[in-house]
């Protein structure tokens, strides 16, 4: 009695403890909303991205930009923001916020980073015509231009820019076009937080407090659009965790529905839902604890870890519901068909693991994790209590079974015509495979954003062009800006007759170029972040596809030796191999008439798909090995578990192909696609192609 009371208390104590660490992972749990997070962290233009991104966090976190005006004008629109900044400005939250009517105020240092670029001879012209006596020079120049009546495009030119600046560095005349300065902006509202808001709980309330004053002031949602990296943070990790428990919800309750109306039954579904909910929560405490935060990638982990690892529960209730026993051969064939799929989908996503991408690689991570506890839990623990508590049901004991004879006609013609047609649409995909991948950025980046819409109406107010420099131009520039004369502009522009206050961008600018001929890397950190995107953008996509065929070779060589061994038969192995390739045949030509090319994220999970795609093969192999050609036991035994697997998984993936992420909907469009040809190829194609295997004995 003591004894069972002991273990009791234990039981109980682990389980709280396994709570509370649950309860404490899901609470402090980071969502990574920053694009940036996708991309290794070790490439050059990563670390330049990042290095800009802390840069610019310096000095703002939030910009708001006009992109309605409803027929104000700019001073209007300039009045009531800065009625907003004012009420933001008592937050505690906001360190400063400010009205700007002109960008290169919003980032001086970007504007000066765009000059440091120019060849040394193009940039000792600028020097010179930064000088105290050009500039009078130029001043004298615009007020001559003003006089009479001028064209209102001039007026706003030179207003915007008096010393023209901005012409050296926009555009690059060409023929029929003139070398023009951007138009006049709407005012910006920059906030600048206490904190840097780069994360959900730091990000979101910022971004909330901004949204509420504008709208306590007049403005209409939308008309005003938030951006920088804490609005991007906010919304992506908003979406994220949003999308994470709507996926999750709804491959729950579609597999519920799916194992009720095949098994219509309330109380082993609850039993099936607690283990896999343990493996869900297994692998968010390996994220806490790990990682810290869940990336972009990881959004449809739990959607996809419940359709997987819901297979190994559904096809052991399958075997004892329907009269199997622990006992006897059947089960070992099961659990030993159990444990090969176990290990092919681990090794596929043990490729993931080695993947460059960083979300793919905790995806991987995660996705094992759940899976080596759920299916540890359904052929131990799980397959006990359904033996002890769950009767035979509908279909007759599974102890009784039919002579051997081939499978019915009509499925072996049906699998001639899948088997033939898969390996001729092979053949069309190699002769055509730029229609097979698409690794262009409309396939990464997240579509409609409100951060999204703010930059690019502030990207219409930058140089049109950023100027790549070097060390050696920027050692000469720095010597050359070094040697100039600096003067105060504001005499300057009050001596020639214009506003001091104009002066101010040009003063912004002058003073980063100071600070940079001293040594300050603060320019070349923001030219070489200006031009990191599109680095990236030439080099990731040849690293993605060597690091995959890397990974992939050596996930599919050990996968092909676990089928070797376990099938105990190449001539078995070589007849899976053809099912399965015309199930890529067809997997393929799935993916041209949906429009889903393989992007970089589902060209990463190529190793997965091979390892899942064998699992139905697996069964039926191992099944006829024992059983011999007894196709009417195979349907009675495994027709109903896998095609309930097949669906299951196909939820688990396909939930996520309804994300607002292109990648992730690209991921579950390509992995539920491969999952119903892989499940087609073992039901159609094997038995097709094990016809005329002799009878077992014989």
């Known amino acids: 009695m003591r004894s069972r009371t002991a273990n009791f208390v234990l039981q109980g104590t682990l389980l709280a403890a396994g709570l509370g660490l649950t309860v404490w992972a899901l609470l402090t749990l980071r969502w990574q909303g920053d694009l940036v997070d ?46 907003v900044a004012d009420e933001l400005a008592r937050s505690p939250l906001v360190a400063k916020a400010e009205v700007l009517t002109d960008p290169s105020r919003l980032a001086p240092e970007g504007w000066a980073s765009v000059f440091i670029g120019l060849p ?24 001559e231009a003003l006089s009479g009546w001028p064209d209102p495009a001039v007026w706003g030119r030179i207003h915007y820019d008096p010393l023209g600046l901005a012409d050296w560095v926009v555009t690059t005349p060409t023929a029929g076009t003139t070398n023009a300065s951007p138009a006049p902006p709407n005012p910006v509202l920059r906030v600048a937080s206490k904190i840097r808001a780069n994360t959900l709980a730091t990000a979101a309330p910022l971004v909330d407090l901004v949204h509420a004053a504008l709208i306590a002031h007049g403005f209409t949602p939308g008309s005003v659009a938030l951006t920088g990296e804490a609005a991007y943070v906010a919304e992506i990790a908003r979406q994220m965790r949003r999308e994470m428990i709507g996926m999750t919800v709804s491959s729950g309750i579609l597999i519920a529905l799916v194992f009720l109306v095949a098994y219509r039954s309330w109380f082993p579904l609850v ?11 297994a692998g968010l405490l390996v994220a806490r604890l790990v990682w810290g ?26 075997h004892f519901a329907k009269g199997g026993r622990k006992a006897g051969d059947g089960w070992r064939t099961l659990r030993r068909s159990l444990i090969f799929c176990v290990l092919t989908t681990a090794v596929g996503l043990g490729g993931l693991s080695a993947s460059a991408l960083p979300g793919l690689r905790q995806f991987a991570v995660l996705i094992n994790v759940c899976l080596i506890v759920v299916a540890a839990l359904a052929i131990g623990p799980w397959a006990s209590w359904v033996e002890k508590h769950i009767g035979p049901r509908s279909i007759p004991s599974m102890e009784k079974a039919e002579p051997e004879q081939p499978a019915p006609t009509w499925l072996r013609r049906c699998g001639w015509v899948f088997l033939i047609g898969g390996w001729l649409l092979l053949g069309w995909a190699g002769l055509h495979v730029e229609n097979i991948y698409d690794f262009s950025w409309s396939r990464m980046s997240p579509p409609g954003l409100e951060a999204q819409r703010g930059q690019d109406v502030l990207s219409a107010y930058m140089p049109a062009k950023f100027i790549s420099g070097d060390e050696s131009a920027w050692a000469a520039n720095r010597q050359i800006w070094a040697s100039r004369k600096p003067f105060e502009l504001g005499p300057v522009f009050t001596a020639e007759g214009f506003q001091p206050n104009l002066a101010e961008p040009y003063q912004g600018l002058f003073h980063s170029l100071d600070n940079w001929s001293h040594g300050d890397p603060a320019l070349e950190i923001w030219s070489r972040g200006s031009t990191a995107f599109a680095r990236l953008q030439a080099t990731l996509p040849a690293l993605i596809k060597s690091n995959i065929l890397a990974t992939s070779a050596w996930a599919m060589v050990i996968i092909l030796a676990l089928l070797a061994w376990g099938l105990g038969s190449i ?71 896998l095609a309930l697997v097949a669906i299951i998984t196909i939820i688990g993936f396909g939930t996520s192909a309804f994300s607002a992420q292109p990648a992730l909907r690209n991921f579950g469009v390509v992995l539920a696609l491969g999952i119903l040809s892989s499940f087609l190829a073992a039901a159609l194609g094997l038995p097709a192609l094990l016809a005329k295997l002799k009878p077992k004995g014989k």
């Not at 966090?57 to 009625?83: I, K, N, P, Y």
């Not at 001539?571 to 053809?578: A, E, G, I, K, S």
């Not at 349907?635 to 578990?641: A, E, K, N």
Request: net charge negative.
């Open 38 to 83: 996708l991309f290794p962290a070790d490439l050059p233009a990563v670390r330049d991205l990042r290095a800009l991104q802390a840069r610019g966090s310096e000095d703002f976190s939030l910009l708001g930009v006009v992109v309605e005006t409803h027929g104000e004008d700019s001073q209007q629109l300039a009045a009531r923001l800065t009625q």
């Open 120 to 143: 040394p001879e193009k940039f000792a012209q600028f020097a010179n015509a930064t000088s105290e006596a050009e500039v009078h020079a130029h001043l004298q120049a615009a007020r």
């Open 271 to 281: 039993a099936l839902l607690v283990l896999q909910a343990a493996g869900l929560l």
């Open 293 to 318: 935060s869940i990336n972009l990638l990881c959004v449809a982990f739990a959607s996809i870890a419940l359709g997987l690892c819901s297979d190994y529960g559904a096809v052991v209730y399958h």
């Open 571 to 641: 001539t078995h192995l070589c007849r899976t191999l053809l099912a399965m390739a015309a199930g890529v045949g067809w997997w393929l030509a799935g993916l041209v008439v949906v429009h889903e090319p393989l992007s970089l994220a589902a060209f990463a999970s190529l190793p997965i798909l091979f390892g899942l795609g064998e699992d139905f093969c697996i069964f039926i192999m191992l099944f006829i090995r024992q059983e011999g050609q007894r196709w009417g036991t195979a349907r009675q035994r495994l027709g109903q578990p």
